[in-house]
């Protein structure tokens, strides 16, 4: 049965090791809040110093106004573990990542906001990118068989971990999951008190 | 089967299993700063939980405070926010905080080892990715996100999966003035900055066991610039000596039964590890970066390489944006050219021995005309104890700006910035493109490269200098 994650317009973002000070710089840091960091997106790459958009750069293309699937190159979101990167990318309107690979704090951020995170190969990747350079793309994302469905009957097959897909599905609280096992917690601070008994 | 270190701390700390590969790990100590850990407490409070653990987790203010005055209005109106937000949060849950009042705030992976919160054995975490640092003392040390943060508030747990392992092991002696910072960046330059992702790292070796406990806080400190989760040292006589007597450290009456407990501490002879790395430390020169991610090293008496140089059709690409960024041509000496500013700081290498390795350089010396250098300790007790030294006078009498404890010009989000088209020669971790300020321009060096570079203007090969200036090596 096909269930769709997400679908919408791509956009291609052809950099290798895309670090978190690139996806949001520090001056959006000092924000209390969870919201507020659609605007701080690639913040030193959209606009210009004078604070004009940056004709340039990918996202400020006209065609790609609207894009729900990011696809990139490898090693996206190495860096810095500031949340405030995946919030960005979402609050922008990704819902979706396509990449050769990760970095690790980078992808459990993302999960952790109910974001799908898909590593293909280099060559895949490729493929992706030439499809891109036809003109925009319309993908669709169906996480429960894993396929990336680029119409035409076209699709690209992913791998992810079952854990993580699981609790894509179901939109568990993370939290909540783990209070589930409140009672080993208890128990494994006992034990730990007495044969660890200097680390309080 | 033996068992590597990292697997033996793994195991110890599973609570339970989630499902699949997925287990609950408690976690030892949970440190916070002002700037990931807001979003957490408001999650908290709106679900309705509580701080499992208050007495695990630990608190301070660093990333985005003033270095100039020790006030939270120095840096501006939404980071004063952010600092009373930390302070109301830690009051309200009973968490101890080291604020920016505390004669011993400081840089937080400054200060856990300090103040001997860091132990061998434990799983810390911190939502810093440099949390990495505290793998010196034979921990999991590990950074997170805000969600994470918020995760471990609640339950004092993480769920994790077993990373895959790696083992580097340096050999030989270093040469004299290769201090750790060149071993880590030479490391990162034959690795790359994802040939760590999925693994943690197992430093070992004879120069590596020759460090102290400082040198190899900067060593593993580093461990994410390679994209590994964690770094780690396995815990020996140098580890027990660092802990003694600190103020958290294991008290009197269970002290041996800690170190007796530590000394399990290692990898086993058959233990296997997914991937083996060796290099001859002896080999190693003084190492600046040229590029804009920390894999782009050479050595400071190298060429800047030619982007055609690289086989790989991606570095190959990724050099030549960078040197268009860093404003280099193809075969340049680094040593031809001009520094802006020096940035001596970050929880790299602002720790005392940093600070005397940069003040032997510096000598009697004076920074040269034009060149902004400041000296950022990393703590409080850092800074009493130079000043105690006479380091501090030795910086402030060359011309350096003395500052107070905090993370500054590594990633300015205080107002200590490197300007667009300035050229930093900076003891931190990452010359992003921006990381120091839009445009800025960072070459990641060692302190004592650091201090060499203030003193001419321009990048040394600090192994070439002489001392008849006054300055000892």
């Known amino acids: 049965m096909s269930q769709i994650f997400a679908k919408g317009l791509v956009c291609p973002l052809d950099k290798n090791n895309v670090d978190t000070d690139q996806i949001i710089p520090k001056q959006f840091l000092t924000s209390v809040s969870r919201d507020g960091f659609a605007e701080a997106l690639f913040f030193d790459w959209r606009y210009q110093a004078d604070g004009s958009a940056n004709p340039d750069f990918v996202l400020n293309e006209p065609q790609y106004q609207g894009a729900a699937i990011l696809l990139t190159r490898a090693n996206f979101g190495c860096g810095s573990s500031r949340e405030h990167a995946p919030w960005a990318i979402q609050q922008y309107g990704f819902n979706v990542i396509i990449a050769e690979s990760f970095a690790d704090i980078f992808f459990n951020n993302s999960v952790n906001n109910g974001m799908l995170l898909i590593s293909l190969s280099a060559s895949n990747i490729e493929f992706l990118f030439n499809r891109c350079k036809q003109g925009p793309q319309q993908w669709q994302i169906d996480l429960a068989n894993q396929e990336i469905l680029l119409g035409n009957n076209a699709a690209v097959g992913f791998n992810i971990d079952q854990d993580v897909k699981q609790r894509l599905l179901s939109g568990l609280d993370f939290i909540g999951a783990s209070e589930t096992l409140s009672p080993q917690i208890t128990q494994y601070e006992a034990q730990r008190r007495q044969n660890t008994p200097w680390l309080g | 089967m033996g068992r590597t270190l990292y697997q033996k701390i793994y195991q110890s700390h599973v609570v339970g299993s989630l499902n699949g590969s997925t287990d609950l790990l408690f976690v030892d100590r949970h440190l916070i700063h002002e700037v990931t850990s807001p979003q957490a407490f408001s999650g908290l409070k709106l679900a309705g939980r509580k701080v499992r653990r208050p007495d695990l987790t630990f608190a301070t203010m660093d990333h985005n405070t003033s270095t100039q005055v020790r006030s939270y209005d120095a840096a501006g109106e939404t980071s004063r926010k952010q600092l009373e937000a930390l302070a109301a949060n830690c009051a309200e849950n009973g968490i101890e905080l080291l604020d920016l009042y505390h004669p011993d705030q400081g840089i937080v992976h400054v200060i856990g080892p300090e103040l001997g919160l860091t132990q061998p054995g434990m799983v810390i975490v911190c939502g810093d990715s440099h949390t990495s640092t505290h793998g010196a003392f034979g921990a999991i040390a590990f950074g997170i996100g805000t969600s994470e943060v918020e995760h471990v508030l609640a339950t004092q747990t993480l769920p994790q999966q077993m990373a895959k392992t ?18 880590i960046l030479a490391i990162i330059g034959k690795l790359g900055t994802a040939g760590g992702n999925g693994y943690v790292a197992e430093f070992c070796g004879e120069a590596i066991r020759g460090m102290t406990m400082e040198g190899r806080m900067t060593l593993c400190n580093m461990s994410i610039e390679m994209g590994a989760k964690a770094g780690l040292i396995a815990p020996d006589d140098t580890t027990f000596a660092y802990l003694k007597g600190k103020p958290h450290a294991p008290k009197a009456e269970h002290w041996d039964a800690a170190v007796s407990y530590w000394q399990s501490l290692y990898s086993d002879a058959d233990a296997s590890f997914d991937k083996v ?57 680094l040593t031809d050219i001009k520094v802006d500013v020096v940035f001596i700081g970050s929880c790299t290498n602002s720790r005392i021995e940093d600070l005397r390795a940069a003040a032997a350089v510096v000598g009697s010396q004076k920074v040269a005309s034009g060149v902004r250098a400041l000296v950022v300790p990393g703590s409080g007790q850092v800074k009493r104890q130079a000043e105690a030294e006479g380091l501090a006078d030795v910086f402030k009498n060359a011309g350096f700006e003395w500052r107070e404890p905090g993370c500054s010009m590594c990633l300015g989000m205080n107002d200590d910035r490197v300007d667009a088209g300035q050229r930093c020669a900076s003891t931190s971790n990452r010359n992003f493109e921006g990381r120091q300020g839009r445009g800025s321009r960072t070459h990641l060096v060692s302190p004592a490269m650091a201090a060499a570079a203030a003193i001419a203007g321009k990048f040394v090969d600090v192994s070439q200098i002489s001392f008849s200036e006054g300055a000892q090596a």
């Open chain 2, 166 to 183: 790696l083992k580097v092991e340096v050999t030989g002696k270093l040469s004299p003035f290769v201090t750790p910072k060149d071993v």
């Open chain 2, 277 to 333: 790395v060796t290099i001859d430390g002896s080999q190693i020169k003084p190492q600046i970066s040229w590029g804009t991610n920390p894999e782009q090293v050479i050595a400071v008496n190298e060429p800047v390489p030619a982007p055609e140089s690289f086989t790989d059709l991606i570095k190959a690409d990724a050099a030549k944006r960078a040197l268009t960024y860093m404003g280099l041509e193809a075969g340049q000496k």
